[in-house]
């Protein structure tokens, strides 16, 4: 008995056998830093150097970079809490919250140190689909923003 093969099976077959070198390939240009596995061009800090990974090898971007990051802290002043590069009004003049510690801006205040109600509980605000916790800090467009009991208040103090 004799087989016939059409040849829309040979395209088939041969459609699946080319997916999977493909597939193949695309895993291959995987890179391996410490043992973690990065994707077709992340970055990475080596050495002090940073590298992108490049077809499945590491190639240096020639920029100076650190292993160990630092981790911003947060400021607390008058019962709210400020994310690192958020600004505050104390004593009549602009703050900056830089990693943990207070920083003089040399400005004052924009609203002439207005005081904010802060209340001890309140609800939270949403930002980008996020929760915010309330009397808490953010920066957008380079001003400052208070979750304030579910409500967004514009505190006026620069930020980045």
Excluded at 75 to 98: K, L, M
Excluded at 140 to 152: F, I, N
Aim: with cysteine; proline share 4%.
């Amino acid at each position: 008995m004799q087989r016939r093969i059409s040849w829309g099976s040979v395209a088939v077959l041969g459609g699946v056998l080319l997916g999977f070198g493909v597939q193949q390939a695309l895993a291959e240009d995987d890179c391996l830093y410490k043992g973690t596995k990065y994707s077709e061009g992340s970055a990475s800090c080596q050495a002090g150097v940073q590298f992108r990974c490049n077809d499945g090898e590491w190639k240096s971007v020639g920029v100076a970079c650190s292993d160990n990051p630092v981790v911003a802290s947060n400021c607390q002043f008058g019962g709210v809490t400020y994310p690192n590069g958020t600004a505050s009004c104390q004593g009549g003049n602009q703050y900056r919250c830089d990693n943990g510690a207070w920083t003089s801006l040399d400005a004052g205040c924009p609203a002439a140190d207005s005081p904010i109600r802060v209340l001890p509980k309140g609800r939270g605000c949403q930002f980008n689909d996020m929760p915010v916790a309330h009397n808490s800090a953010i920066c957008q467009h380079g001003t400052t923003y208070l979750c304030s009991d579910g409500d967004w208040v514009i505190l006026g103090t620069k930020c980045r």
